[in-house]
């Protein structure tokens, strides 16, 4: 296939649109089932390098889940707890989990408000576990280098049949040079090929020096996901997946905030008082996330208030308290950060140890690093300088 012609742009109204190779070559992908869009294919597109560097980094299949040219989620392979099992909506009645559907599961669980109508990428050829996840979720489709018959026929079922399904070749390698056009002026630069591998952290430059093999991974996850993200961005990862992402942010504390929100929300989801809300039997997926996302915020007075609370919940729940969340989330630790940039002061790592966060990698170079290194000193906090800024747009 030469081309594909698009049913139009970013909006109805760009039109035409299309996607081909300039050199004229055949496109690295077959549309197996529905008729993608053009976000869908930038999603696709920036989704599947972000999974192909995973897994060469890692040697784990790898899953993202993405969102207007930005990753909701990423992860790698581990199994799942109980718990995170159940804060993921994983049916049990799937049985056995394969590596890349635990991928999948934690890639779309970790945010699930960002990641409703996702464009799922996935490192390797998706099975009939991972299907089977992805058959409940609302997602605008997938992409992947090859599905197995059980998968194929579960997913082109979806979208009473016009879901998404691409195929792409894995072995495809695009040219060193990439080029995208501004208000009609072309612009040119080398693709980013910048390997991210354990290496890359070996400039520790805090007083704690110790950065587990654990820790490594979850950094090494966090830095491949922000090579992919809209900038500013900074990346919150624990036990082989992204836990809050901060994209797109012109100011970097403001993206710190965002992605420890985030990162606080999935841990606050794990607490008793959550993971036990009283939810009425036929309640559907996307209204439990609405629901729990108001319950462990700021305005859960909305949720909670008589005449609201009756529709969702078959008894009224306690309020989850300032005190007691504060208190639940200090048991968060152990958490990694990466940042596409350097972090010019240290409030950003006060911030970031609020939400647990004991192993940072950034690039450094700001003429504030013995301010940030003090910080995260004072804090205990692991650092390592990368050296490498890893600005996305």
Not at 121 to 149: F, N
Not at 171 to 176: L, N, V
Not at 349 to 360: F, H, N
Request: proline content about 4%.
């Amino acid at each position: 296939m030469k081309e594909f012609q698009l049913k139009y742009g970013c909006n109805p109204n760009q039109k035409p649109s299309r996607i081909f190779m300039e050199n004229g070559s055949d496109l690295p992908v077959e549309i197996l089932n529905g008729r993608p869009g053009y976000i869908n294919f930038l999603d696709a597109f920036n989704g599947y390098q972000l999974v192909k560097e995973l897994k060469e980094a890692t040697g784990l299949p790898a899953a993202t889940s993405f969102k207007h040219v930005s990753p909701a989620g990423a992860a790698v392979g581990l199994p799942l707890s109980e718990v995170e099992k159940k804060i993921y909506w994983v049916d049990e009645t799937i049985g056995e989990l394969s590596p890349l559907a635990c991928a999948y599961a934690r890639a779309r669980g970790a945010d699930r408000m960002s990641s409703f109508g996702d464009f799922i990428s996935l490192s390797d050829v998706c099975d009939e576990a991972t299907a089977k996840l992805i058959q409940h979720e609302v997602s605008d489709g997938i992409i992947a280098p090859g599905y197995t018959d059980e998968a194929f026929a579960i997913l082109s079922k979806k979208k009473k049949g016009n879901y998404n399904i691409i195929k792409i070749d894995p072995s495809y390698k695009p040219e060193a040079i990439e080029k995208k056009q501004v208000f009609g002026v072309t612009f040119e630069q080398g693709r980013n090929e910048f390997a991210i591998n354990k290496e890359l952290l070996d400039n520790v430059v805090t007083e704690n020096k110790e950065i587990p093999e654990s820790a490594k991974i979850d950094l090494i996850i966090s830095l491949i996901t922000l090579k992919y993200t809209q900038s500013n961005s900074v990346c919150y990862a624990k036990g082989g997946q992204a836990i809050g992402i901060g994209a797109g942010q012109q100011s970097r504390i403001h993206c710190t905030r965002l992605a420890g929100t985030k990162a606080d929300n999935w841990y606050l989801r794990q607490n008793p008082k959550v993971l036990n809300l009283p939810f009425k039997e036929n309640l559907g997926r996307a209204d439990r996330d609405n629901a729990i996302d108001l319950y462990i915020g700021d305005e859960y007075e909305d949720l909670l208030r008589d005449g609201e609370w009756e529709r969702i919940f078959t008894t009224k729940p306690e309020v989850f308290t300032k005190e007691e969340k504060r208190a639940w989330l200090d048991g968060n630790t152990n958490v990694a950060l990466g940042s596409d940039a350097f972090f010019p002061f240290g409030d950003n790592i006060e911030r970031a140890y609020k939400s647990g966060v004991k192993y940072i990698a950034q690039p450094g170079g700001s003429i504030r690093d013995d301010n940030v290194i003090e910080t995260c000193n004072k804090r205990g906090i692991a650092m390592c300088f990368t050296g490498m800024r890893l600005f996305h747009h």
